[in-house]
């Protein structure tokens, strides 16, 4: 399938059914695998020959659609998991352990954010995040002999922020690490960060891959581009691994190294695994991707157009308007849209806010984004409720800010659905 464009990869990468196999992907609803010697199972859990030992570890539909998300983000292995939280913790506890640290751009996920500062702190990890305005000379001080890696997300959530791909990925190989990039708001279709020197990426398939807020899950994606041996800075992969009768995991897997590993030591351990039908309903999902996101982004433009001229509003922060600051590297790394997240103030702060997202019809308030249907959320009274106007400013959280996942119903009757609610302010 490497030939073929992303479109044909949504639909038909991954499996590949032989003649007289059903059309569309099976769901292998099992835990486990008949063998015809006990010698093959041993070659199979010494790692000498590939196939499935138990669906913890591996599974067949799992597989295809692990196959068709490598081929759409262009790298050479992928890796599944139970969400997108899993997959950012798998993917820098596999190149990390108690006294590493690892470099986080600030602009990131709030759940990573305490993934990261938090959970992975208890565990001896460190983060080390790099904020607004810092210097050269101040970023390059947070790297030391024991950072791993770099982390950032191609489209920030909630703030927005594109993240300069090239930019980062220079200063992390510039350091001899690893660049992480998580791709979930712009999916494969709209940026492919490997294309700009990202060495891994991740994903919370609960968004748009799945498309319909269906399955929750996650994935890792290997470039098989970073080479692990260089600098020494990397013994998980480069020494011998004792829970697999010394394997060394780059002399052994060459550029499949890192997704080896995670799979079989860190999800053959953790557990984190996505089920067969999970893995069924995401494929489904990511058979239409390459038209809904661009639908979704065709939408969102459309309506922070609308916003940014409506005199109730603010301030409309989108990517995609030519008014954003962003705008520069949205037109470099996303292609075909800025995605369909948008956020925006409404004039009146939190009471009006609410009063506009308690009066929409058509939209819903629910605690999720970018699936099929148009949902809003207030985090000034649901989420971060507990904190007072002047906390939520510090926090870069307006009292009137409103999130809004555009869906891919029709624009026209998503802007009057905004309209109405407006009026009622």
Sequence with gaps: MSNYKIETKCIQGGYQPKNGEPRVLPIYQSTTYKYDSSEHLGDLFDLKVPGHMYTRISNPTVAAVEEKIASLEGGIGAMCTSSGQAANMLAILNIAQSGDNFISVSEIYGGTVNLFAVTLKKMGIAVRFIKPGMTEQETDALFDERTRAVFGETLANPALEVLDIEKYAALA?????????????????????????????????????????????????????????????????????????????????????????ARVQLLRDIGATPTPMAAFLLNLGLETLHLRIVRHSENALKVAQYLEQNDKIAWVNYPGLESNSQFALAKKYLSGGASGVISFGIKGGRDAAVKFMDSLKLAAIVVHVADARTCVLHPASTTHRQLTDEQLEAAGIGSDLVRMSVGIENAEDIISDIEQALSQI
């Design 173 to 261: 190989h510039k350091h001899g690490v690893p660049l992480i990039v998580d791709n979930t708001f712009p999916t494969p279709v709209l940026c492919r960060p490997f294309e700009y020197g990202a060495d891994i990426v991740t994903h919370s398939t609960t968004k748009y891959m799945d498309g319909h807020a269906s399955v929750v899950g996650g994935v890792i994606v290997d470039s098989g581009n970073f080479d692990w041996s260089a600098g020494n800075r990397y013994p998980e992969l480069t020494e011998p691994d004792e829970s697999y009768h010394g394997v060394v995991y780059t002399r052994d897997f060459g550029k499949l190294a890192y997704i080896t590993k």
